[in-house]
């Protein structure tokens, strides 16, 4: 079985505000599920953009639990987040790298689920963008 997922990070001040977003769809393009969460304050964009990617891939678990094996195709806007993922670039920040480490044993501790992490132009990740926002939007109610 074969999922996308688009994730998307936003803070609005970075740091400020920030939310973090997840749509999932199946190899026909249906929406599956759409989350968004609210993150708290004087958080980075790059910490909403890994917790975005740490609920995808919790979610993928969850999925990868009830139906055997996965496949899932991760698409970010984030270059950054893509780069640190496939250990490209280095993670210096402390809270950023604790993320990652999370993400990195939860995949190695599920084998029947394979993800890849690539990156999409903001053009196509417009979904989880306007979760993002819209949970951003929300907060300020």
């Known amino acids: 079985m074969k999922f996308f997922v688009n994730i998307d ?16 769809t199946n190899e026909a393009g249906q929406v599956l599920a759409t989350k968004s969460k609210f993150l708290g304050n004087k958080l980075t964009n790059n910490y909403a953009e890994w917790s975005a990617l740490e609920g995808a891939v919790a979610a993928l678990v969850h999925l990868a639990r009830q139906h055997g094996n996965i496949e899932a195709e991760v698409r970010s806007d ?6 640190q993922f496939n250990r490209k670039y280095k993670i210096k920040a402390p809270e950023l790298y604790e993320i990652a480490r999370r993400v990195w044993e939860n995949l190695a501790d599920n084998p029947n689920l394979k993800v890849t992490l690539s990156y999409v132009p903001r053009e196509e990740n417009k979904l989880a963008d306007a979760a993002v926002n819209r949970e951003l939007d929300n907060y300020r109610l």
């Open 78 to 83: 984030s270059e950054l987040i893509v780069r």
């Open 9 to 24: 990070g936003g803070s609005r001040g970075n740091p400020g505000n920030a939310a973090a977003a997840m749509v999932i």
